[in-house]
């Protein structure tokens, strides 16, 4: 980083000077251990927890797509607000940047996404989307609310943070990749790490799941039209049959992971849209396949990407069809494979160990779902993991995207309280060693 972009920097820190400079003593190193556990009582105390259970109900209510997250944008201002806390607004459109601390460095950032799906909620309960065609089924209302829960904590303490903690609330996850747009919009600048929460529905209650290295899938979109000629069904040698050719490419394509790819290197391409025909006795001018493909490495990603349109146009052709492919919708960028840093992963095991218990940090095979979270931790170094919400006593939690998906609120405080914790002894100890050797987070690639 130049000096000269730090300066540029130091004018959305102003409001920080108006501050009372504190006569607290600082926190030392010597009580770093006690902090997380402190936190986790904070955040279970009735009026933290009642507080976070009303904002995750009433943003769940008003589901809102990627970057129209304008009412859960204006609530969590006001929460900000409320608390006395700076921020930054409109990031990426609809996206906000909180600073608790000094608007000094070291600055680590804490994020949640804050976009909801188009589906319509199966969940009968008193909180339900109010939204038809709407629904909060990958648990972003949880995770806004936890981390307005560690800004709640963390304000409490600004005072003690000799850094600065970045609160980012981002537009758009759900493959509109508006992590991108906060980069590219220099969220990220001078901030030395983030760690970010997704609320699982497979691991248990009080515990958190993640590992070094490659944790989620970089993940791609293609669409394929196969056009031939329409005609009469009982009559083909009049016609190029457009059905017949997307069967074979759709064969075809299975064969590019089967015969292509090193077994030991996790890698999909599924066709999961085929459009085309409408009628018993009509050929169709064209069909239209589409689907999704996914890799954990980026050569990996780009052969499967090369493949799949040579495929598609090869095999097409050799029913006499032509076939035209793009690959993601307007332009969005595919998302990266997300890395976990190796350093990150220490402290994580470290803070969640005290405080969960060590027997609660689980260590997990990568997923081949995908997070835009990863497009973070391309550039600086970054740590993802999961937080456990199942409790057998509370019914069969559904995973992420189904009508029937249920947060478990007793989660709440368990993310607030790892993301505040995460946050501050990362400070402390960044403090306490000025410069640690940063790993880089494609260490695996
Ligand atoms: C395929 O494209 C070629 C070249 O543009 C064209 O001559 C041919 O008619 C097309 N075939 C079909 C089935 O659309
Ligand atoms: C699981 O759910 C039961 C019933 O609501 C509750 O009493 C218990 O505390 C929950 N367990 C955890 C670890 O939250
Ligand atoms: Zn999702
Ligand atoms: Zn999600």
Redesign the pocket.
């Known amino acids: 980083m130049g000096f000269s972009q730090w300066l540029s920097l130091t004018f959305i820190f102003h409001a920080f000077l108006s501050l009372p400079i504190s006569s607290e003593p600082s926190l030392g190193p010597e009580v770093l251990p006690q902090i997380p556990v402190n936190f986790l009582e904070l955040a279970k105390r009735p009026e933290v927890f009642d507080w976070m259970v009303g904002i995750r109900r009433k943003i769940h209510e008003n589901p809102e797509l990627g970057f129209q997250e304008f009412e859960t944008s204006k609530l969590i201002r006001a929460e900000l607000d409320q608390m006395g806390i700076p921020y930054k607004y409109p990031v990426a459109e609809t996206g906000v940047v909180g600073y608790i601390g000094t608007g000094s460095p070291p600055f680590v950032a804490i994020r949640a996404d804050m976009d909801a799906l188009a589906m319509q909620e199966s969940v009968e309960w008193e909180h339900k989307s109010k939204v038809p065609g709407k629904m909060h089924a990958c648990g972003h209302d949880a995770h806004v609310t936890m981390l307005l829960g560690a800004a709640k904590i963390l304000q409490d303490h600004r005072h003690e943070i000799q850094g600065t903690v970045v609160l980012v609330f981002q537009p758009g996850e759900e493959g509109h990749g508006g992590a991108k747009k906060m980069l590219d919009d220099g969220v990220l600048e001078n901030v030395d790490a983030i760690f970010g929460i997704h609320v699982s529905a497979s691991h248990p209650i009080g515990a958190v799941a993640s590992r070094p290295g490659p944790v989620l899938a970089g993940s791609g979109f293609f669409e394929a039209v196969i ?3 329409g005609g009469h069904a009982a009559i083909p040698q009049h016609t ?1 049959d457009p059905i017949l050719a997307a069967s074979n490419v759709i064969v075809s394509l299975q064969h590019i992971v089967s015969r292509e790819a090193d077994p030991l290197d996790s890698q999909v391409v599924t066709v999961s849209k085929f459009q085309g025909g409408g009628a018993f006795n009509v050929i169709p001018d064209s069909v239209t396949i589409g689907g999704t493909f996914r890799a954990f490495s980026k050569e990996s990603f780009i052969h499967l990407k090369q493949r799949i349109e040579e495929v598609i146009t090869k095999q097409a052709s050799v029913q ?3 076939a035209t492919v793009t690959f993601n919708d307007n332009d969005q960028p595919f998302f990266p494979v997300t890395v976990n840093n190796k350093d990150l992963h220490v402290h994580f095991q470290k803070v969640a160990g005290d405080i969960l218990g060590t027997q609660n940090v689980l260590e997990m095979q990568p997923l081949m779902g995908s997070e835009d979270f990863s497009f973070f931790a391309e550039v600086i170094p970054g740590y993802f993991f999961f937080l456990g919400m199942k409790n057998e006593t509370q019914g069969r939690f559904e995973s992420g995207h189904s009508p029937y998906f249920r947060v478990n609120e007793d989660a709440l405080p368990y993310g607030a309280a790892l993301h505040a914790s995460l946050a501050t002894t990362y400070i402390l100890e960044k403090q306490s060693k000025p410069n640690p050797p940063k790993g880089s987070s494609h260490d695996e690639l």
């Open positions: 056009s031939g000629k190029i006499r069809c032509n």
